[in-house]
Nanobody
Framework: QVQLVESGGGLVQAGGSLRLSCAAS????????WGWFRQAPGKERELAAG???????YYSDSVKGRFTISRDNAKNTVYLQMNSLKPEDTAVYYC???????????????????WGQGTQVTVSS
């Protein structure tokens, strides 16, 4: 059974930084892409950043230029470096994995088969 375990959330002041990590364990075979989703209270879960097996990246407009997604295929781990954080970045952040061709970034939430438990990120003003 595939499991994704996130770490690195917490409370930070506006303008600060946090780094999220997510490690996968279990039988994941072949190439797959990662995504970092987030869900604020009363809002739908949205894709903040995604990365393909080969390193192609996608960022939503709201995080572009501030967040950086990266991955270590040897460690089955994905990271999200979040800089210049804003109060509107407050949300539960979920990592997810989806089977995908080498250079493809999955954009749709329904494409992701594996999900972490979520980690809270709170940005105070």
């Amino acid at each position: 059974q595939v499991q994704l375990v996130e770490s690195g959330g917490g409370l930070v002041q506006a303008g600060g930084s946090l780094r999220l990590s997510c490690a996968a364990s279990g039988p994941i075979f072949g190439t797959y892409g990662w995504g970092w989703f987030r869900q604020a209270p009363g809002k739908e879960r949205e894709l903040a950043a995604g990365i393909s097996w080969s390193g192609t990246t996608y960022y939503s407009d709201s995080v572009k230029g501030r967040f950086t997604i990266s991955r270590d295929n040897a460690k089955n781990t994905v990271y999200l470096q979040m800089n210049s954080l804003k109060p509107e970045d407050t949300a539960v952040y979920y990592c997810a994995a989806a089977r995908a061709p080498l250079q493809s970034v999955r954009i749709n939430r329904d494409d992701y088969a594996y999900w972490g438990q979520g980690t809270q990120v709170t940005v105070s003003s």
